[in-house]
């Protein structure tokens, strides 16, 4: 377990709505479920997917008020579970708000074959949409093309002039009935199945499920342990498997810890883990969601990302990437990135976690920035002399981090004591490039290195560096012993 990050003091609230209209009670809009659910509490309704309902009350906020059509039965349901009967997002093929990249990572995924497909929003076309077909050529291999699904101003759809449709389920269902894969009516590939989606995580436990009693929760198999606390594995409520992170008494103050997870509750994105709920009296607990692979560093070191090659690992740093680009849009700081403090789940999924903590920590020895408990190595000169932490200090932790990506978990500056780190960079040292590591990456660590924060990238750009990197910087990379 490890301390994690903090917060500026300008925040945006991003208070998630929902994407549906509301719902007048007794009104006639049915919704369906996307995905099977357990019921977690006595108000929650199971069902499965496929079942409708009448929404009673959605008015507050992640979960709503339902009577299912087959049972007859009401309670609440997580909102992010349903959708609109007959509209675009009951659809299995509709990924919605999904960007190019996700949409890469999704179709590539093993197991999938050519023709796999998925419609999303348009990232740059507002009111437009975007096809993406998994495709396989001689020279690429396995890769994904993205096709711009035009609206006409009679409100048709097209990808092609020559092939109009009036509706978006008719576009798909023409071109998944095309006669054969190689006649595709302009596309590279017939349209075959649809890309498996994976069940989302609902907005916290429950309705009202914020500060859980202790009892609620069940520790059972202990992950880890730092100078803080512990990570355990655990149920709540008897249905609910769980991340606990328990905080020894005196490690920072309730009220300013329930103050902090008020705001980091908030700060909802896919490459961040959630924050379901908190124990708020001492020990205080911390319950997130569970991540299979468990920490990135673990992983390198000891589980299956030893194996990783360039592409994986260059890719979970976009991950990366996208989740603190979105720290940074918020203005918020996270104070202790590190492979440490990333989350990894299955098919390569990088969550950041650990956002929002490190400012509360009340340890004396963490506090002076000194000694062993403070992550002297991964932190920017400034932050770690005069406590200046800002976004731009998180970049330079960000280049360290890529450094145990490329190293599989290495600590950094190997051979050398905290004290010998900080005079080193003080004077101007920086790691040299990493074995294997291509000229191109060291350089964006390099950048990320800069002495004065301000020339230092941000992370939007990082993110698309990354995320273009096979074709932008290093077309030409062939895989070696290591990387």
């Not at 093309?145 to 609206?151: A, D, E, L, V, W």
């Not at 400034?382 to 976004?391: C, H, K, N, Q, S």
């Not at 905290?418 to 990493?434: F, K, S």
Request: glycine share 8%; net charge neutral.
């Amino acid at each position: 377990m490890t301390p994690f990050g903090g917060a500026s003091t300008s925040y945006t609230s991003v208070a998630v709505s929902s994407p549906f209209p509301s719902v007048i009670t007794g009104g006639v809009t049915f919704f369906v479920a996307l995905y099977d659910y357990e019921a977690r509490t006595a108000d929650d309704l199971s069902f499965k997917k496929g079942d409708r309902f009448q929404i009673i009350n959605n008015t507050e906020g992640d979960w709503w008020e339902a009577r299912s059509i087959n049972t007859g039965q009401k309670g609440y349901i997580p909102s992010n579970y349903v959708a609109p009967a007959d509209s675009i997002q009951a659809e299995e093929w509709y990924f919605g708000k999904m960007g190019r990249k996700d949409a890469e990572r999704h179709l590539l995924h093993p197991g999938n074959l050519r023709g796999t497909f998925l419609v999303r929003e348009s990232e740059t076309t507002k009111g437009a949409y975007s096809l993406s077909i998994r495709d396989w050529d001689d020279v690429k291999g396995d890769n994904v093309k993205h096709y711009k699904i035009r609206k006409l101003d009679n409100g048709g759809y097209y990808i092609t002039t020559r092939a109009q449709f009036e509706t978006l389920p008719k576009l798909v269902k023409h071109y998944t009935g095309m006669p054969s894969k190689k006649h595709s009516d302009g596309l590279c590939y017939r349209l075959t199945t649809v890309c498996p989606t994976v069940k989302p995580q609902t907005q916290g436990l429950a309705r009202d499920a914020w500060e859980i009693p202790r009892e609620s929760l069940r520790l059972e198999v202990k992950l880890g342990q730092g100078c803080f606390g512990e990570v355990w594995i655990g149920t709540w409520n008897g249905t609910t498997k769980v991340a606990i992170k328990t905080l020894k008494p005196g490690t920072m103050s309730p009220e300013a810890f329930l103050q902090e997870a008020q705001i980091m509750k908030k700060l909802r994105h896919d490459k961040l883990v959630p924050l379901y709920a908190v124990v708020s009296e001492e020990p205080i607990y911390i319950v997130t969601e569970f991540m299979g692979k468990g920490s990135l560093l673990d992983f390198l070191k000891e589980g299956d990302g030893k194996y990783l090659k360039l592409p994986q690992l260059v890719d979970m740093a976009a991950q990366i990437s996208d989740g603190m680009a979105f720290i940074e849009r918020m203005n918020y700081i996270h104070r202790d990135l590190r492979a440490a403090n990333i989350l990894v789940a299955d098919s390569l999924v990088c969550k950041i976690a650990d956002f929002g903590l490190a400012r509360l920590i009340e340890d004396n020895e963490y506090t002076a920035r000194q000694g062993a408990k403070f992550p002297i190595k991964w932190t920017a000169p400034e932050a770690a002399l005069y406590g200046r932490f800002t976004i731009k200090s998180d970049v330079w932790s960000f280049g360290i981090l890529l450094t145990e990506l490329v190293t599989k978990g290495r600590v950094p500056y190997p051979g050398m004591v905290n004290r010998e780190v900080l005079e080193q960079v003080e004077r101007g040292y920086r790691m040299p490039c990493p074995q294997g590591c291509p000229e191109s990456l060291h350089e964006m660590m390099l950048q990320c290195w800069k002495k004065e924060p301000d020339e230092r990238p941000t992370f939007e750009y990082i993110q698309s560096f990354l995320e273009d990197y096979f074709t932008a910087t290093e077309p030409q990379y062939q895989p070696g012993d290591n990387l």
